[in-house]
């Protein structure tokens, strides 16, 4: 684990370029799914399954917001711990509710997912993150006063 639970600046070079990696990949991919439904958020159009009967439009705006906002957010490396979470949550809800009925194996797509944002999870978004970047300016000023 990491020397400060924020960030992740004792790993290594090839650790932190390998998480800023993973963020980016896993982050654009994700948004390949996030983009159409913020379309069909932004078009009105709320034809949206409702996995956990919580009503079509907040599953709608749900998944929108986890595979929208929260994969920029785990791009640019922003409390990626915290951002990875929702869209834990939404993987688990599509894999284990949705497609729960088929075999787990047929969806290693969401399986590769719920690994991915795992590690991110466990590691944080590495020393080429946002919020490193906030913290260093931050511990910065307060060396400096």
Same mark, same amino acid.
């Given at each position: +684990?990491?020397? =400060?639970?924020?960030?992740?600046? /004792?790993?290594? &070079?090839? *650790? =932190?370029?390998?998480l800023?990696?993973?963020? *980016? ?10 983009? &159409? %439904?913020?379309? %069909?958020?932004?078009?009105? /159009?709320?034809s949206?399954? /409702?996995p956990?009967? *919580?009503?079509?439009?907040? @599953?709608?705006?749900?998944?929108t ?11 640019v490396g922003?409390? @990626? ?8 949550? !939404? +993987?688990?809800?599509a ?7 088929? @075999?787990?194996?047929d ?6 997912y719920?690994?991915?944002?795992g590690?991110?999870?466990h ?5 080429? @993150?946002? !919020? ?6 931050k511990?910065? %000023? !307060?060396?400096?006063?």
């Amino acid at each position: +684990m990491a020397k =400060n639970n924020c960030c992740t600046d /004792d790993y290594g &070079p090839f *650790i =932190n370029i390998a998480l800023l990696a993973l963020r *980016i990949i896993v982050g654009v991919l994700m948004l390949t799914h996030g983009i &159409p %439904k913020m379309g %069909k958020l932004l078009a009105g /159009d709320f034809s949206f399954p /409702d996995p956990i009967g *919580i009503g079509v439009a907040a @599953s709608l705006i749900l998944a929108t917001f986890a595979e929208f906002f929260c994969s920029l957010l785990v791009i640019v490396g922003f409390k @990626s711990r915290v951002a990875v979470i929702p869209l834990i949550i !939404t +993987m688990l809800v599509a894999l284990l509710i949705v497609h729960g009925n088929e @075999s787990i194996f047929d969806h290693w797509n969401i399986l590769l997912y719920l690994f991915a944002y795992g590690m991110l999870f466990h590691l944080g978004g590495g020393k080429y @993150s946002l !919020t490193y970047y906030m913290q260093y300016r931050k511990d910065l %000023k !307060t060396r400096l006063n």
